[in-house]
Structures are given as structure tokens and as C-alpha cells.
């Protein structure tokens, strides 16, 4: 019997989360031999926060979780390997949260979603390279591709 986090699951439509992310008609690559960092989501949508994580932790990363930005400071590891964040949250935008964790880790990969992608030339404020904005709903290959190519 496969463990819970070794599955491949096709989504159908139905199955799509109501926010609008979009699925995939392809399986989910089973979860990656080793691990591949910690990463960190912040999402105030439980769907969505769930969604990314499974996500990540299907390539083989672990995942820390929080629903806006003080939380997720108080949950940052030292280790932190990537953000993703939602743009629009309670409290801080997801772009002050990046720069708040960019002063700990000027190299800290960052990945912006939102529902508004006219917000997408805010991330040029950031300091450091590796940052990048994915527009919900988001297709998961151009999701995966992206998180690949900002922390390569």
C-alpha cells in the first residue's frame, strides 16, 4: 500500500478548488526520492494554501504553512528555501512579506500568485534576483515550471 504522500491523482473538473486554480488533466508526478528544501506558503484561502502545499510536497519539499503574513514570520525556518505567497492578505501584502524575509536572505526565491496581475510589477521592489508572479487561476505545469526555474 502506498503512503499517503506517495500518490499520483488525476484531477478532474470537479475536483478543481472553487477559487479558480486551475488543474491538470495529467497525473501528479509521484513525490521526489529526497527533499528538495522547505518551503514556505502563505495563503489566507485554506483551498488554495492546501493546494500548493500538496503541490510542493509532491516534488519532494517540505512545507511549512501560514495564513498571513505574521504568522508566517513567526514560522520561518533558517533554512527557508522558497516563499510562495499570495499577493492580497490580511495584515501585510504578500510583497511586504517577501521583503521582510529578503532582509534575512537577499537570494530567497519568491513566487507571487494573485487574482489581480496588474499587481505583478510590484515584485520589481524586491531586492535580489529570483522572484517571479504566476496569475490565478494558474495552470500546475506553468506553476511547477516557474518554481523550477526561480530556484535553479
Known amino acids: 500500500m502506498d503512503t499517503p504522500n506517495r500518490f499520483v491523482r ?8 472553487a477559487d479558480g486554480l486551475e488543474g491538470t488533466a495529467d497525473p501528479l508526478p509521484e513525490t521526489a526520492d529526497r527533499e528538495v528544501g522547505v518551503a514556505l506558503v502563505v495563503d489566507d484561502e ?8 500538496t503541490l510542493l510536497r509532491n516534488r519532494g519539499w517540505s512545507v511549512i504553512e501560514a495564513a498571513d503574513g505574521p504568522s508566517a514570520l513567526a514560522l520561518v525556518p533558517e533554512a527557508l528555501g522558497l516563499l510562495v505567497t499570495d499577493y492580497d492578505m490580511p495584515a501585510i501584502t504578500g510583497v511586504t512579506l517577501a521583503e521582510q524575509l529578503r532582509l534575512r536572505n537577499d537570494r530567497l526565491p519568491v513566487l507571487m500568485v494573485s487574482g489581480h496581475p496588474e499587481i505583478a510589477g510590484e515584485l520589481s521592489s524586491l531586492p535580489g534576483p529570483r522572484a517571479a508572479f504566476v496569475s490565478k487561476p494558474f495552470p500546475v505545469e506553468e506553476f511547477l515550471s516557474t518554481i523550477r526555474l526561480i530556484t535553479a
Not at 488525476?10 to 478548488?17: F, G, H, I, S
Open 10 to 17: 488525476t484531477l478532474a473538473v470537479e475536483d478543481r478548488p
Open 46 to 53: 485554506p483551498l488554495v494554501r492546501a493546494f500548493v502545499s
